[in-house]
């Protein structure tokens, strides 16, 4: 069975929420120099504080990055290279990233301005993928999965996605790019990542649907990544396993040239305090391989609940995440983004989650704490009882529980972001 359809309801809600106009501020063309491209034609062409109109309000709102502004350093000294390099940022979050959210603009608008081609790391199984509109992704039913989101009887070492999947005979995983944007239409290096104790696992591997080849996976008890090249453009590649019970395989990147890659790690019903279960060593690993200049986390709703008013053991644990995430990537920068508005019925009308501002709070804390930066996303997006005219703009940018982005307001996020990362670049 391959699995490329949604249920009914499901193909219902996305056509709803995911299927409008995408919002994003762009200019051209652009120049050479990044200090000169896109982010100052954005700036200079809003003279408010509010960017985005809708037939009834104004939608979001310039926040500076706040924080400390030093421990950029190392993500701004790599942007500055990226003609000769390839910079990366890693975007983990909850559900509000999930199906590329918020990361597919990041993504789009720092790519305009510094390079790069390509979505960077896709799972080889994704629960978004019928949301995803950056990579259509296809894969057989027959893979073994663990997660730090579902289970992990067997104790399997999870990636830095938080999945690990094992194939079976016949296993296979398809990537095909998309033209949502001219920054992912096509890639020439496509990087497997596993993690194989087997030696005589291969996989087979055809780009654009062409003659098969096969590689055998490095037998070591680390992270690998196989890197494969076309001399032409390619759309599409398919990976076809044997039967490898001590292969944990991760995900791929497809990539295509230097610039900036943002790899999109969301986790469902998360809080962001299960990321210390993947071990400090695959971390490692894949900090070798990827060299990660950026590490973003976007938690929060998970954690509100009535039954709290004090969020300091949420505090207390986060703090722990994000010192482990220090030793794991010595040379990234943290960027903490609050937890965004999120509202709930009192009466015939909706107002932010009381316990929206508890949260805030603890965050703030956090980030002072752990000395890293800061960018107040419920403040951007407006702030008390904001959310609702999210939910009621033209074209809808949140959708109807009151929580969530749609496709456009995960945008207009990443429009606010890119501006309040980019003011502090100039700054360099």
Known sequence: MVITKLNFNFLC?????????????????????PKESFFN???????????????????????????????LKYFFGALKQSKNKKVRIGHFGDSIIFGDVITEGLRENLQQSFGGNGAGFVSINTEDYGMRKTTTVSFSNDWSEASLFKRNANNLPLGINGCAFVPANGSFAKFETT??????????????????????????????????QSKKLDALNKVRDLVLTTPTDATSIRFDFNTCPKAYIYGVSLENGNGVYVDNFPMKGQSGVQLTDITLPVLKDFNVLLDYKLII???????????NSDYQWYETKMEKVINYLKSAFPNASILLVSVGDKSVKKGTS???????????????????????????????????NSIEDWVNGKPQMALRDYCHLTSDGGNLVADLLTEALMNEFKKQ
């Open 350 to 384: 909706f107002v932010t989650d009381p316990g929206i501002p508890l949260l805030l709070k603890a965050q703030k804390n956090l980030a002072e704490k752990t000395k890293i930066a800061f960018w107040n996303l419920f403040e951007a997006m407006g702030g008390a």
């Open 41 to 71: 034609v954005l700036a200079e062409s809003v003279t408010a504080d509010n960017l985005y109109s809708t037939a009834t309000t104004l939608l979001g709102k310039k926040i500076p990055i706040t924080g400390n502004l030093e421990q």
């Open 179 to 212: 033209r949502l944007t001219k920054t992912l239409k096509s890639f020439k290096t496509v990087r497997l990542f596993y993690n194989n104790q087997d030696a005589a696992c291969s996989v087979k591997y055809s780009f654009n649907n062409g003659a098969s």
């Open 13 to 33: 809600l996305m056509a709803i929420t995911f299927l409008t106009p995408t919002v994003l501020v762009t200019a051209e063309p652009f120049s050479d120099n």
């Open 297 to 307: 986390l976007n938690y929060g709703v998970n954690v509100i609940s009535p039954q």
